[in-house]
T-cell receptor, first 114, second 114 residues
Framework: DGGITQSPKYLFRKEGQNVTLSCEQN?????MYWYRQDPGQGLRLIYY???????QKGDIAEGYSVSREKKESFPLTVTSAQKNPTAFYLC?????????????FGSGTQLSVL | GNSVTQMEGPVTLSEEAFLTINCTYT??????LFWYVQYPGEGLQLLLK?????DKGSNKGFEATYRKETTSFHLEKGSVQVSDSAVYFC?????????????FGAGTRLAVHP
């Protein structure tokens, strides 16, 4: 079945540590996105990519980094510069990244700070 | 900037009750409007959408009408089931630079009991 796979489901970060969240899709979609979800708040866009080897910052990119070396993969690194990383992280994709396209979401990764 | 406001939850209903979840928006231009649903432990799924004023989106017994005059997109269902228990997100699309950006509301949790 086609879809988006995020791993791990739960992740713990120590102080000063960088951690990487995995996102893989087999939908052959060009566009991929990372959102952060905090309790009682809507989703906020961290980074997006419309094509391989290209990505742009969203509304809350500080303390995060991404890469897009392959069409199917869009990993997110939460760096030590992100002072409040505890949140639920959702990866999504869409066919071309055009306005009004349906987004397909993964099941998310819950990141917590030890 | 553009924004989406949803009624606060949780909304608790008995099975077969009528559901309304209010959503209002602020936007320049003419955005498309969406409802996404998040079941426990999962990512978001598109429930329905409307792309222009007076359009009605519908799916799985849920409906929402794009009301430009009241800047609203309220979600309704005539008879809810326990399986509808989830968090519902209203969202609008904007096109800041030719890419697909969604602005999400804070989400409304629905709990349906037998």
């Amino acid at each position: 079945d086609g879809g988006i796979t995020q791993s791990p489901k739960y992740l713990f970060r120590k102080e000063g540590q960088n951690v990487t969240l995995s996102c893989e899709q087999n939908l052959n979609h060009d566009a991929m996105y990372w959102y952060r979800q905090d309790p009682g708040q809507g989703l906020r866009l961290i980074y997006y990519s419309q094509i391989v080897n290209d990505f742009q910052k969203g509304d809350i990119a500080e303390g995060y980094s991404v890469s897009r070396e392959k069409k199917e993969s869009f990993p997110l690194t939460v760096t030590s510069a992100q002072k409040n990383p505890t949140a639920f992280y959702l990866c999504a994709s869409s066919i071309e990244g055009r306005v009004n396209e349906k987004l397909f979401f993964g099941s998310g990764t819950q990141l917590s700070v030890l | 900037g553009n924004s989406v406001t949803q009624m606060e939850g949780p909304v608790t209903l008995s099975e077969e009750a009528f559901l309304t979840i209010n959503c209002t928006y602020t936007a320049t231009g003419y955005p498309s409007l969406f409802w996404y649903v998040q079941y426990p432990g999962e990512g978001l799924q598109l429930l329905l959408k409307a792309t222009k004023a007076d359009d009605k989106g519908s799916n799985k017994g849920f409906e929402a009408t794009y009301r430009k005059e009241t800047t609203s997109f309220h979600l309704e269902k005539g008879s809810v089931q326990v399986s509808d228990s989830a968090v519902y997100f209203c969202a609008l699309s904007e096109d800041p630079g030719g890419y697909n950006k969604l602005i999400f509301g804070a989400g409304t949790r629905l709990a349906v009991h037998p």
